[in-house]
């Protein structure tokens, strides 16, 4: 389930510098020139999808790492563009993994999850594992996402270049909360649900173009709406899973 990063050779870094930058400013034959590199080569990644606003996930974040409240902010806003692009709606909590001496209760820890919610942990990074720089994350259905943020940070100050951290880890994060959604054997050739990610992919992370493909919308759709009917007909169903 986890995500692997494949290199191509130097050109990596040149072909993602500056392209938040440059889409602000490129020409007529510049916008040309990135929908045909796009559009053409993921034929299947979708780039909107009918709204469906009642369908909406919640998701209680855990903090594992030090990694500063404002990247993972801004983190969530670039995975929750993603789903709302697959025409679901992402409400994020931030909770305590660990309970401070000042707080007397923790809103996040109930016993039970809704249908609709998951727990997300933001984990330092992965244990005894010796492909470290290339596994970003896991999920364990239905109700439990990883991601390793010192991975993700190591990923984006690599030899090649140094990109922002942010868009790599909301798309890590997106992948794993889409796996809770699709399955654990629910990898793509193309898309943000793609096993292997090479520059081509990163360089669609850093402009907000890594995206699910229609036919992963539909079926996270169909689970959305699957589980809003276990939220209605069993309100305090508790989540197989729990966070470890």
Not at 133 to 149: C, H, R
Not at 158 to 170: C, K, T
Request: some cysteine.
């Amino acid at each position: 389930m986890g995500i692997r990063f494949t290199s191509r050779g130097s050109a990596f870094s040149q072909a993602l510098k500056g392209q938040r930058l440059n889409r602000l400013w490129m020409g007529v034959a510049g916008v040309s020139t990135l929908v045909a590199a796009v559009g053409f080569s993921f034929p299947e990644t979708a780039y909107g999808a009918p709204a469906a606003p009642h369908l909406t996930i919640t998701v209680r974040v855990y903090n594992f790492t030090q990694a500063l409240p404002a990247v993972l902010a801004e983190a969530e806003r670039e995975a929750g563009q993603i789903f709302a692009k697959a025409g679901l709606s992402v409400i994020w909590s931030e909770c305590w993994p660990v309970l401070p001496a000042n707080v007397s209760q923790e809103p996040c820890e109930e016993e039970t999850l809704e249908a609709t919610a998951i727990r997300l942990r933001i984990l330092p990074t992965p244990v005894g594992n010796r492909l470290q720089d290339t596994v970003f994350g896991f999920a364990i259905y239905p109700a439990l996402a990883s991601v390793y943020y010192e991975s993700a940070v190591r990923f984006a100050k690599n030899e090649e270049g140094r990109f922002e951290v942010p868009p790599i880890l909301g798309c890590v994060i997106a992948h794993e909360i889409g796996h809770l959604l699709l399955g654990s054997k629910s990898h793509s050739f193309s898309g943000v649900m793609r096993s292997r990610w090479d520059r081509e992919q990163l360089r669609e992370a850093m402009m907000g173009a890594l995206l699910f493909t229609p036919k992963q919308v539909r079926l996270m759709q169909a689970e959305m709406h699957r589980r809003m009917t276990l939220r209605v007909s069993t309100p305090t169903a508790s989540a197989n899973e729990s966070a470890r």
